[in-house]
């Protein structure tokens, strides 16, 4: 059975940095592309980061905040949250698929239960 489990999440400040953290078991997941994916409340799924053996892939709204990182067994996913905005409050989901395409479409196979990331001002 295929899990997902994420962690770190929690209430931060404007300007403060975060690192989630998800661990995978269940399957080999080397080939795959891992990632996160967020939700607001009221607003549409969007992709924030993937990790793929051909490299990693981010969102514009990330690029120089976020940095992404796992283990070349895909056995963990980091994400380091840097500059965090009000904008970036979110439940934020690890997310697995085959292509890192089919996460950037807010798309996977995988889903974890999701880790709340609040931001204030």
């Known amino acids: 059975q295929v899990q997902l489990v994420e962690s770190g999440g929690r209430p931060v400040q404007a300007g403060g940095s975060l690192r989630l953290s998800c661990a995978a078991s269940?399957?080999?997941?080397?080939?795959?592309?891992m990632g996160w994916i967020r939700q607001a409340p009221g607003k549409e799924r969007e992709f924030v980061a993937a990790?793929?053996?051909?490299?990693?892939y981010y969102a514009d709204f990330v690029k120089g905040r976020f940095t992404i990182s796992s283990d070349a067994a895909k056995t963990r996913v980091d994400l380091q949250m840097n500059h965090l905005a009000p904008e970036d409050m979110a439940v934020y989901y690890c997310?697995?698929?085959?292509?890192?395409?089919?996460?950037?479409?807010?798309?996977?196979?995988?889903w974890g239960q999701g880790t709340q990331v609040t931001v204030s001002s």
């Open positions: 990790v793929k053996y051909s490299g990693t």
């Open positions: 269940g399957r080999a997941f080397s080939d795959y592309a």
């Open positions: 997310v697995v698929a085959p292509t890192y395409t089919t996460l950037m479409n807010g798309r996977a196979d995988f």
